[in-house]
């Protein structure tokens, strides 16, 4: 795969240093991850990642939000609770931080760009705020995905573990995905 096919090919992204090398590292397989700071007790986290998929199947796939189950492991249940415009979204988890175990419930108002992205906005919950955005961009033969997430959870947690703790979960959540979504096609 030539160079030149990858400048072509990956989408320039304002939040992302797409140099050749992360160019190659994402169609290689890599989820590329950018953290940022967000609260003192929150933390912001955007990952990229090729899927080898066409965008539609991605799209189909990722907007069966029951299916979020099989994504995050930690989400333990999802499912819309009212249809329309705006969707609302329920999402129950449980997070095991340190030596405590904590269970989530979420109520999400979602607005869907059709094929393009999905936005994510706290309507009510365990956090204080939440939000995220999901896009999706024709890349080669396939799709990129670029997850962004800012949340900030009712439990005080310094926000430097909770931005490890997105810098290493999110990656794996992502691989999660690829998997699930690469085994059904």
Partial sequence: MSASFLSD????????????DKQKLLMQG????????????GGAVTAWMYLPLVRSYVWQQITDYS???????????????????VKRLYQAAQKSFFFLTA?????????????????FRLQKGSFHDFTANLELKDCGNGTLLSYAVQATPTIPIPSIFIQQAMNFELPANMRKMRQVLCKGQ
């Fill in 9 to 20: 090919s990956v989408p320039t992204d304002s939040n992302m240093p797409w140099t050749q």
């Fill in 30 to 41: 890599e989820i590329l991850v950018q953290t940022r700071s967000h609260t003192a007790w």
């Fill in 67 to 85: 299916r979020w189950v099989q994504y995050f492991p930690d989400v333990t249940k999802s499912e819309v609770a009212q249809r329309g415009e």
């Fill in 103 to 119: 269970q989530v419930e979420i109520y999400l108002d979602v607005v869907e760009e059709l094929g393009l992205q999905i936005q």
